[in-house]
T-cell receptor
Framework: KAGVTQTPRYLIKTRGQQVTLSCSPISGHRSVSWYQQTPGQGLQFLFEYFSETQRNKGNFPGRFSGRQFSNSRSEMNVSTLELGDSALYLC????????????FGDGTRLSIL | KNEVEQSPQNLTAQEGEFITINCSYSVGISALHWLQQHPGGGIVSLFMLSSGKKKHGRLIATINIQEKHSSLHITASHPRDSAVYICAVSPWGNDMRFGAGTRLTVKP
């Protein structure tokens, strides 16, 4: 069974640009969560999608958005990139979210120049 | 003050030693998670628990809900256990709050 797949693995952008990251969950998993990891702030929860609806949201500005498609694949978008957005972005999937173990992807490392 | 505090921040052990990593939290939770992150970033979920104790191989996780405290134990540590161990709590659903992590190095 394939694991959680995130693309691309590495990305370099400049300030002011926007970026879209993709996450394909494990087959059958309907919950996808996104996290940001930086050296200064550590891991932080961005949002969770379940059945194409955002179910939970962390404390991030509106520049961070996401969506989930009918096949449970999810995308995360960051607009007007700032230097501080440089981070490892991780997604995780689970069957239903909530009281379920999560399976993490290897992440997308985003660098802002 | 962080909602999730881990100790120690760094830990170096000799192969074969018994290791304990502690996690204290200050919010009500539905679940507590222990995660393992190897260099390169990949994260593996080791345990998810809301009460008592769980064991998987050489790893044991315990939680005391009344004291808001959890411990991760590694018995007979091995160099391949070297990684960052992260405690996270879920007040609700997948809104996880993370500790800063404990960097474990096991020397042969």
């Amino acid at each position: 069974k394939a694991g959680v797949t995130q693309t691309p693995r590495y990305l370099i952008k400049t300030r002011g640009q926007q970026v879209t990251l993709s996450c394909s969950p494990i087959s059958g998993h309907r919950s996808v969560s996104w996290y940001q990891q930086t050296p200064g702030q550590g891991l932080q929860f961005l949002f969770e999608y379940f059945s194409e609806t955002q179910r939970n949201k962390g404390n991030f500005p509106g520049r961070f958005s996401g969506r989930q498609f009918s096949n449970s694949r999810s995308e995360m978008n960051v607009s007007t990139l700032e230097l501080g957005d440089s981070a490892l972005y991780l997604c995780a999937s689970s069957l239903k979210g909530g009281w379920q173990p999560q399976h993490f992807g290897d992440g997308t490392r985003l660098s802002i120049l | 003050k962080n909602e999730v505090e881990q100790s120690p921040q760094n830990l170096t052990a000799q192969e074969g030693e018994f290791i304990t990593i502690n996690c204290s939290y200050s919010v009500g939770i539905s679940a507590l998670h222990w995660l393992q992150q190897h260099p390169g970033g990949g994260i593996v979920s080791l345990f998810m628990l809301s009460s008592g104790k769980k064991k998987h191989g050489r790893l044991i996780a315990t939680i005391n809900i009344q004291e808001k405290h959890s411990s991760l134990h590694i018995t007979a540590s091995h160099p391949r256990d070297s990684a960052v161990y992260i405690c996270a709590v879920s007040p609700w659903g997948n809104d996880m709050r993370f500790g800063a992590g404990t960097r474990l190095t096991v020397k042969p």
